[in-house]
């Protein structure tokens, strides 16, 4: 194990690296995360309101590359993991462009 990442509630969503270094998931308290994948250091993150439970995803059109990270969930499985109640339950998707 080279490093981990240790958060306050569980951590439920998914992971995914990219070619640059960079590390994006996101948490149960509703914030996308950006991780550098040789230290686990957090480089950046970003309030999205609902829960973090889904998959990152990378693509890129016509050359320039984005992230995609889902938010929002189920307040009863929230809870059951740990995580705060009163987030939003509805569902969001973010896109975000990587420069």
Do not use: C
Request: proline letters at 5%.
């Amino acid at each position: 194990i080279k490093w981990r990442y240790r958060d306050a509630r569980p951590m439920m969503a998914g992971a995914v690296s990219t070619a640059g270094g960079v590390v994006f998931t996101s948490n149960m308290s509703g914030d996308a995360l950006a991780l550098d994948s040789a230290s686990g250091k957090k480089l950046w993150s970003f309030r999205m309101g609902g829960s973090g439970r889904g998959q990152p995803i990378v693509y890129q059109v016509k050359g320039k590359p984005y992230v995609a990270i889902p938010s929002g969930g189920w307040a009863t499985l929230d809870g059951f993991a740990g995580a705060a109640s009163m987030l939003p339950e509805g569902g969001h998707l973010f896109v975000f462009s990587l420069n």
